[in-house]
């Protein structure tokens, strides 16, 4: 055992040694000039093509002053937030860094650990990385420039090189911006508001920052924080003896700054492009670059918008815009119209060309990113893939089922289609909500199929058999199925306990529905939507996208969906779509009580979705809620047939101009038919047995005959395969059979665009008449329209 003395020689002797090498590191480091990142420079944004779309964006607005005409009360603001021994330390405040531990732990506002001399060497000499040895070289930078710089000069390099937010970097600019004075004008109050920016401008600023964080950052939690923290260092200062009682009370009211304002270069939709690639790049570089090093410029960023496309989009919503919404002829139906579309090319996910709103230096919500629009019908894909993949559960069966429980569900599988169907779980259980009351799932415009193919379910945009397929998949299942497609699981996916989930209470953005319809395009392969390319800072290579695929769904359950969605555009509610010459599926999608309204659809190279609401502009609002659309445009209602599929032809037909013509695989067989929400398998009729009489004079051969009958639909049609017997072509006034079991007298119509007067039921079995809708004419809207 070594002695006391050789143990304390050895720890005192290391002691020594450490404390040396300190003292040595401390004695050689030499405070580097103000860092490059300091000082303000543009951000260039191109497209696609590498040509320049805008210089700006995160161009800093810079101007240093002297330490004179800081405001006193600027000063005092942020020695009593950030450091109250800035005076007296030596650039390291020991007893800072644990109270503002200690009021962390305690869940109240804090005083910041680092000191102002630390952050100052941190902002304006140091890179942002997270690394020990930036800590340790921060650390002994601190020591020197505490020794070596005076205090009134710290005070003036921090504040005039801090990010204020707004691309504000240093004091003047930020007085500038806010308030549009300069910094010595600035008063107590608003000195108090400055410094609350300084603790992150992105979720102090009252404007918001929801491309920054979409759930955190909005305008109303903004301003609560501010207004709280506001409120807290002005008190801050009285406890210090920096601001007397007397004038703190007169400062009651939170000093409002003003309106968000946008460069002038931002204007149409270059301001959208540019928040989304900045938002994207922030989200996704590895070399975990920050809101305020973007700010500071340098960077070179490369878009994968399409110039053209861009153009093309926006040209064919300013169409409808022209044509049919007028604000002062009808103000109360008319105003507030908003439209948001994106574009995605399928085989990379590069988001080509987006619609965010008429100008962004006027709004500033990005209609193309998450508005809170519900997408109603256009979600029913997903649960048509979720019941290929997983199938319908076993009713004898427990809530959690294996794939051997589960059947596999084909299209051709046939539901009830009643209008305000009663819901059932699984095991045929009534489904009530917590108030104890029955789900009675209703149709658009209240009508009733009877069994009919989830094929013509889509068709037609039917609720009711897709919220009881939802019910028996499993919504759990539907909403694995939607994320993924590519859908995410934030606030903007509805709750999956309710019914009402499969047709689309959700409210995910046009570039993630178009990404997630692409997946079906692509047979099943899932990638990412991406709008950056490539990032450039002084000319080194930081950033480049890497495209990475994922097996989303097999082929043959993608392109069965893709089939259906196919003669959604065709035969349906989506026929307003259809491009001559071309594949195209796509779905229609309406919300309950007319608030929004959608069409996603896709070529085989393209995919793209087109929203339309009404929402009023000013996000001070309280309860600001969606508006209902019936008569907005002229139009009765707002289908997703209408408006939004328009505005996706018109766009569709010229982007997709010059392409190579392709055609979508035909799908595989896949599943088995079953039935559900009441919809009962038919029963074959067995054929009467001949008397022996009978059978006697009945000839082995049939006797020959110069020329076969032409067999009518019911003969050639597989039983209750609707679009078969449809196709097969009714004259006006005629009665079509669609029977199981044949039986003599049924009559069915089921109209899919057929001649008017047809007769319109449905029947099963060998029940003799069908219900008589008397649907005369054209296609009918289901309820996603």
């Known amino acids: 055992m070594p002695s006391w003395k050789l143990v304390s020689g050895l720890c005192l002797g290391f002691l020594g040694l450490m404390m040396g090498a300190a003292g040595i590191a401390y004695a050689l480091v030499v405070p580097p000039e103000i860092n490059d990142l300091a000082k303000a420079q543009n951000n260039v944004y191109y497209w696609a093509d590498d040509t320049e779309m805008v210089a700006t964006g995160g161009s800093v607005n810079r101007q240093e002053i002297e330490y004179a005409q800081i405001p006193v009360a600027m000063r005092n603001a942020v020695i009593s937030a950030e450091n109250k021994s800035f005076e007296t330390d030596r650039g390291i405040d020991p007893m800072g860094i644990a109270r503002a531990v200690w009021n962390m732990a305690k869940g109240g506002e804090t005083q910041g650990g680092s000191t102002i001399t630390q952050q100052y060497v941190k902002n304006s000499r140091l890179t942002q990385d997270q690394t020990l040895s930036r800590k340790v070289k921060e650390l002994f930078i601190t020591l020197k420039v505490g020794e070596t710089v005076g205090k009134n000069e710290v005070m003036a390099g921090y504040l005039n090189v801090s990010y204020y937010g707004r691309g504000a970097s240093g004091l003047q600019a930020a007085a500038r911006t806010y308030y549009g004075k300069d910094a010595q004008d600035l008063n107590a109050s608003e000195c108090a508001f400055l410094a609350t920016l300084l603790k992150g401008a992105s979720y102090y600023d009252p404007a918001g920052a929801p491309d920054v964080d979409p759930v955190q950052a909005t305008a109303k939690k903004n301003t609560e924080r501010a207004k709280a923290r506001w409120k807290w260092i002005l008190d801050e200062e009285v406890k210090d003896g920096r601001l007397s009682a007397a004038e703190r009370a007169k400062f009651k009211t939170f000093p409002m700054p003003d309106a968000k304002r946008t460069d002038a270069k931002l204007g149409g939709q270059t301001g959208y492009l540019v928040d989304l690639a900045t938002k994207y790049f922030l989200a996704h570089n590895d070399q975990n670059i920050t809101e305020k090093e973007l700010a500071l410029g340098g960077y070179e960023i490369h878009t994968t918008f399409d110039k053209n496309k861009v153009k093309q989009l926006q040209k064919s919503v300013e169409k409808v815009y022209k044509a049919k919404i007028d604000e002062k002829e009808r103000p109360d139906l008319d105003s507030h119209v908003e439209f948001g579309g994106a574009s995605v090319d399928t085989a990379t996910g590069a988001i080509v060309a987006t619609y965010g709103g008429q100008d962004a230096t006027q709004h500033y919500t990005n209609n193309a990113d998450a508005t809170g629009a519900q997408v109603g019908s256009t979600f029913k894909p997903f649960v048509l893939a979720a019941a290929m993949q997983y199938g319908k559960r076993d009713p004898e069966g427990t809530a959690e089922q294996s794939e051997s429980e589960r059947t596999l569900v084909s299209p051709k599988s046939v539901y009830n289609g009643d209008n305000k169907l009663q819901i059932k779980t699984y095991n045929g259980e009534v489904w009530r909500d917590k108030d104890q009351n029955d789900w009675l799932q209703t149709n658009d415009g209240q009508h009733d199929y009877g069994p009919i193919t989830l094929r013509y379910a889509m068709q037609e945009s039917a609720n009711s058999p897709y919220v009881q397929l939802g019910m028996d998949v499993g919504t759990d299942k539907v909403k694995e199925a939607a994320l993924a497609a590519g859908l995410r699981d934030d606030q903007y996916l509805a709750d999956s306990n309710y019914p009402s989930f499969s047709i689309g209470t959700s409210s995910p953005s046009a570039i993630r529905m178009a990404g997630a319809y692409a997946t079906f395009a692509t047979s099943g392969k899932q990638r990412e939507p991406f709008s950056v390319s490539e990032v450039k800072h002084l000319g080194e290579v930081i950033y480049q996208h890497k495209t ?37 599926a796509g779905k229609t999608g309406t919300t ?7 069409f996603v659809g896709y070529t085989p190279q393209l995919s793209t979705a087109v929203s339309m609401f009404r929402l009023d502009d000013d996000e001070t609002k309280k309860n600001r809620e969606f508006l209902e659309m019936f008569g907005t445009g002229g139009e009765e209602k707002i289908h997703g047939a209408s408006f939004p599929a328009q505005i996706w032809h018109d766009y569709m037909a010229d982007a997709v101009k010059g392409t190579k013509v392709k055609a979508f695989p035909k799908p595989e067989p896949l599943g088995e038919t079953v039935y559900g929400g009441g919809a009962a398998s038919p029963s074959p009729t067995p054929s009467p047995t001949p008397s022996p009489s009978e059978s006697s004079e009945m000839p082995t051969t049939p006797p020959p005959s110069p020329t076969s009958p032409t ?21 006006e006034g005629s009665t079509e059979g669609n029977t199981e079991g044949s039986t003599e007298g049924t009559t069915e119509g089921t109209t899919e665009g057929t001649a008017e007067g047809t007769t319109e039921g449905t029947t099963q079995g060998s029940t003799t008449n069908g219900n008589a809708n008397g649907n005369g004419g054209g296609g009918i809207f289901g309820g996603g329209g």
């Open 548 to 584: 990475e695929t994922k097996a989303a769904f097999s082929s043959a359950i993608a392109d069965n969906v893709t089939d259906v969605l196919k003669n959604v555009v065709e035969n349906g509610t989506g026929t307003p779509a259809k491009l001559e010459g071309r594949d195209v």
């Open 592 to 598: 309950d009580g007319n608030k929004s309204a959608w």
């Open 711 to 731: 067999p009518s639909p019911s003969e050639t049609c597989a039983p209750l395969d609707w679009e078969c017997r449809n196709n097969g072509g009714t004259s």
